[in-house]
């Protein structure tokens, strides 16, 4: 099945720096890449996705990059905030299949 | 808010206990997904239900069960309960299934084993 590797576990950048998290997957064949972000004590909630028919897509300071070659994909934050601490996760999946996480980067960004 | 319920919020038993994990998927949502997060873990993908069946296992013990109600709604038993048990449990839900449409999350269940 799909395993996920996610680096690093932990970050810290000064605010204002921007913050890179990698992932890789195992099963080509998965076409579905969400990022997730879990605030302390809270529940998971998706803030970017990308499918593989595209490289690249951004939202505000957020951007995700998918190379399907090398099967890895990123997330991007820019212009880091005090508010962008949190555990985020990435994950793939393939047509009907579940969901597949990572294990997990937490970010601290620190003002 | 995410429009899934979870109940209850907080679960302290004794091992060797059974409980029961409830879930409301959001209006409309079809698939309920259950994942287990343990202390510096990520999410593990235990069990998904869609429209009433089960579409997908994974790393789901033999001592926990779930099932998914004709009003969509899902319950996790978690059986004989160990300490190693001890986790936030994730329901989740989505419209369709898989990669199709993203899932949302409820706030989760916390179940403590003593």
């Known amino acids: 099945g799909e395993n996920v590797e996610q680096h690093p576990s932990t970050l810290s950048v000064q605010e204002g720096d921007s913050a890179v998290i990698k992932c890789t997957y195992s099963?080509?064949?998965?076409?579905?890449f969400p990022w997730y972000k879990q605030e302390l004590g809270k529940r998971p909630q998706l803030i970017i996705d990308?499918?593989?028919?595209?490289g690249e897509k951004k939202d505000q300071r957020i951007a995700v990059t998918l190379n399907k070659t090398a099967k890895h994909f990123s997330l991007h934050i820019t212009e880091t905030q005090p508010e962008d601490s949190a555990v985020y996760f990435c994950?793939?999946?393939?047509?009907?299949?579940?969901?597949?996480f990572g294990k997990g980067t937490r970010l601290s960004v620190i003002a | 808010d995410s429009g899934v319920t979870q109940t209850p919020k907080h679960l302290i038993t004794a091992t060797g206990q059974r409980v029961t994990l409830r879930c409301s998927p959001r209006?409309?949502?079809?698939?309920v997904y259950w994942y287990q997060q343990s202390l510096d873990q990520g999410l593990q993908f235990l069990i998904q239900?869609?429209?009433?069946?089960?579409?997908a296992k994974g790393n789901i013990l033999e001592r926990f069960s779930a099932q998914q109600f004709p009003d969509l709604h899902s319950e996790l038993n978690l059986s004989s309960l160990e300490l190693g048990d001890s986790a936030l449990y994730f329901c989740?839900?989505?419209?369709?299934?898989?990669?199709?449409?993203?899932?949302?999350f409820g706030n989760g269940t916390r179940l403590t084993v003593t």
């Open positions: 099963d080509s064949a998965s076409n579905y």
């Open positions: 209006s409309g949502d079809l698939s």
């Open positions: 990308i499918r593989s028919n595209v």
């Open positions: 989740a839900s989505s419209a369709g299934q898989g990669a199709r449409s993203p899932l949302h």
């Open positions: 239900y869609y429209n009433g069946e089960e579409r």
């Open positions: 994950a793939a999946s393939k047509g009907n299949t579940p969901l597949v």
